[in-house]
């Protein structure tokens, strides 16, 4: 049974940090790009990180470059997503998702977790 677990969200003030988790089950973690994405109310879904595989190279929105990083341990099935300087308009559901690298249709997602920057 595949399964995407985040944790690590919660409520911040502005300039803060925090660092979300997502623990992979159930497929080759090593053999799937791992993307972070938030969706905030009213919004779309937008894709904030990526990290692919093999090789690791990250890739991240505009709007979070140089505050964000995203990367991976393969040997512990987790993807993490360093979250520094944080501003109001980061406030979302984040999500954790897999993509197949060589199966692009493979496509699992976690359940999310809140982030709150708030004053």
């Known amino acids: 049974q595949v399964q995407l677990v985040e944790s690590g969200g919660g409520l911040v003030q502005p300039g803060g940090s925090l660092r979300l988790s997502c623990i992979a089950s159930?497929?080759?973690?090593?053999?799937?790009?791992m993307n972070w994405y938030r969706q905030a109310p009213g919004k779309e879904r937008e894709l904030v990180a990526t990290?692919?595989?093999?090789?690791?190279?990250?890739n991240y929105a505009d709007s979070v470059k140089g505050r964000f990083t995203i990367s991976r341990d393969n040997d512990q099935n987790t993807v993490y997503l360093q979250m520094n300087t944080l501003k109001f308009e980061d406030t979302a559901v984040y999500y954790c998702?897999?993509?197949?690298?060589?199966?692009?249709?493979?496509?699992?997602w976690g359940q999310g977790t809140q982030v709150t920057v708030s004053s």
């Open positions: 998702n897999a993509k197949g690298a060589i199966s692009p249709w493979r496509v699992y």
């Open positions: 159930g497929f080759t973690f090593s053999n799937y790009a």
């Open positions: 990290i692919a595989t093999p090789g690791g190279r990250t």
